[in-house]
């Protein structure tokens, strides 16, 4: 009659399930670093929106000076200084202006990228709820680089991935022995 056989040799038994743990090891590994790619990606631009805020803060505070400056050398005497110095004066605050006017088109297209990684709308706009001139330290000033590399290359999940998948070939050419 007719039957259905398996054959299954001991080292199948023993080798091939650890060969899949270490697969499955590796996709879990791969799997941390596209989520680390994605935070990392929202992040950057995150920063990027920040540092466009506070660019634009400081272009607005530099045009408030440059108004004041004008403002007052309007109002010096005309025998104290040549009127070529007002002049000078507002072309100043009107170059200020500008860069307030760019400060503001880089942040909102920073938001729009931002946005659009998030798939959010991209007309909306971001705002930061950390003050413009916020320092961010991610790593401690102290710590040294000799220190710093050895901890970055145990939190790799892109090694642990490919070190993964090399057991699994170890273990699949036990088998094979």
């Given amino acids: ?17 650890l060969a899949a743990r270490q697969v499955v090891r590796a996709r879990v590994a791969d799997l941390d670093a596209t989520a680390n790619n994605s935070t990392l990606l929202v992040a950057e631009a995150y920063f990027t929106v920040q540092q466009a805020r506070g660019e634009l803060v400081g272009a607005e505070i530099a045009t408030r000076h440059a108004e004041e400056l004008a403002r007052r050398a309007e109002k010096l005497a005309q025998g104290l200084v040549p009127p070529v110095e007002a002049v000078r004066a507002r072309t100043e605050w009107a170059r200020r202006k500008q860069v307030v006017h760019r400060a503001q088109e880089n942040w909102q297209l920073a938001s729009a990228e931002l946005m659009r990684i998030l798939r959010l709308d991209p007309a909306a706009l971001i705002e930061p709820a950390e003050p413009p001139h916020l320092r961010v330290a991610l790593i401690a000033a102290d710590e040294s680089i000799d220190a710093l590399i050895p901890a970055g290359l145990r939190q790799r999940p892109e090694l642990a991935s490919q070190q993964a998948l090399v057991e699994a070939t170890l273990q699949r050419l036990r088998q094979e022995r």
Wanted: proline share 12%.
């Fill in 1 to 17: 009659g007719a039957g259905v056989n398996a054959i299954f040799t001991p080292s199948d038994a023993i080798f091939a399930p």
